[in-house]
Nanobody
Framework: QVQLVESGGGTVQAGGSLRLSCAAS????????MGWFRQAPGNERDFIAR????????YYADSVKGRFAISRDNAKNTVYLQMNNLKPEDTAVYYC???????????????WGQGTQVTVSS
């Protein structure tokens, strides 16, 4: 059983940056593919980015491509999401998740964190 804990959320002005972290415990986090998702009030949980087990393969949703960067440090069992040039429409609860199979489809993820709020003011 893997536990995931996100941190790094907060409130930032438009154009600003935040870095989210997702720490894995209770298992070997490096054996999982990892993803970031977000959910705004009244919306579904949307895929943002994913990274494979080694960190050599990444993929992004069009809405964040060029602004966000996913990375991982397997020695620390931690995945990061660097978010630059933030926009008000990026406001949401951000979740990290772990999956055995590389995917951008939320139901294929086996473990989820509790989420961290990101608010971008205009």
């Amino acid at each position: 059983q893997v536990q995931l804990v996100e941190s790094g959320g907060g409130t930032v002005q438009a154009g600003g940056s935040l870095r989210l972290s997702c720490a894995a415990s209770g298992g070997t986090g490096s054996i999982y593919n990892m993803g970031w998702f977000r959910q705004a009030p009244g919306n579904e949980r949307d895929f943002i980015a994913r990274i494979n087990k080694s960190g050599g393969n990444t993929y992004y949703a069009d809405s964040v491509k060029g602004r966000f960067a996913i990375s991982r440090d397997n020695a620390k069992n931690t995945v990061y999401l660097q978010m630059n040039n933030l926009k008000p429409e990026d406001t949401a609860v951000y979740y990290c998740a772990a999956a055995n199979r590389l995917s951008d489809y939320a139901p294929r993820y086996d473990y989820w964190g509790q989420g961290t709020q990101v608010t971008v003011s205009s």
